[in-house]
């Protein structure tokens, strides 16, 4: 079946240009994650959507930073004014929650490979 | 920060069984063990958990001690398709305490 899938695999900007990033989690998965994994760094938490509630936007760098969730479905993360320590692989993930609300393992795309100039 | 502290690597022969140690003192009770490992250049992806049992499944075994402050990943039968960080990870299992903490991980090098 269909995993998680992001666009675009690759992106290279500009230094003070914005860039947007898509993920199209597993169908059927209410909860997404974005993480950011940055050169020889682990893997660092960014923002969390269930449902219709709030995102958990406490990863979140700075105010550049932003994302959203259309539909309870696509993705979108977006960075305003991008520097040079933006540059990362960007991870998001879904999971499918069960019965009682326990949230299930997360299942992870493949991730879009920021390159800022 | 991190809940877990793993050696910063290991090495395996092909064939033989690859036990990766992980230390989590301070779990709480409600506190899940997980695994994940990543690939180079992929996503990472899901091993196995657990809360107090041993498990097993396709991929992996994960023991966990009687008093849940360590835990060991067990590849039965390590490929060259193994080699990858392998990341430990505890984490309960509702709402916004779901987002996984990842540490530096274990990088697993298993030779011919």
Not at chain 2, 19 to 31: A, D, Q, R, Y
Not at chain 2, 42 to 66: C, D, F, R, V, W
Request: aromatic share 8%.
């Amino acid at each position: 079946g269909a995993g998680v899938s992001q666009s675009p695999s690759n992106k290279v900007t500009e230094k003070g240009k914005d860039v947007e990033l898509r993920c199209d989690p597993i169908s059927g998965h209410t909860a997404l994650y974005w993480y950011r994994q940055s050169l020889g760094q682990g893997l660092e938490f960014l923002i969390y959507f269930q449902g219709n509630s709030a995102p958990d936007k406490s990863g979140l760098p700075s105010d550049r930073f932003s994302a959203e969730r259309t539909g309870g479905s696509v993705s979108t993360l977006t960075i305003q004014r991008t520097q040079q320590e933006d540059s990362a692989v960007y991870l998001c993930a879904s999971s499918l929650i069960g019965r009682g609300a326990i949230y299930n393992e997360q299942f992870f795309g493949p991730g879009t490979r920021l390159t800022v100039l | 920060d991190a809940k877990t502290t793993q050696p910063t690597s290991m090495d395996c022969a092909e064939g033989r069984a690859a036990n990766l140690p992980c230390n989590h003192s301070t779990i709480s009770g409600n506190e899940y063990v997980y695994w994940y490992r990543q690939i180079h250049s992929q996503g990472p992806q899901y091993i196995i958990h657990g809360l107090k049992n041993n498990e097993t499944n396709e991929m992996a075994s994960l023991i966990i001690t009687e008093d849940r402050k360590s835990s060991t990943l067990i590849l039965p039968h390590a490929t060259l398709r193994d080699t990858a960080v392998y990341y430990c990870i505890v984490r309960q299992n509702t709402g916004a305490n779901s987002k996984l903490t990842f540490g530096k991980g274990i990088t697993l090098s298993v030779r011919p």
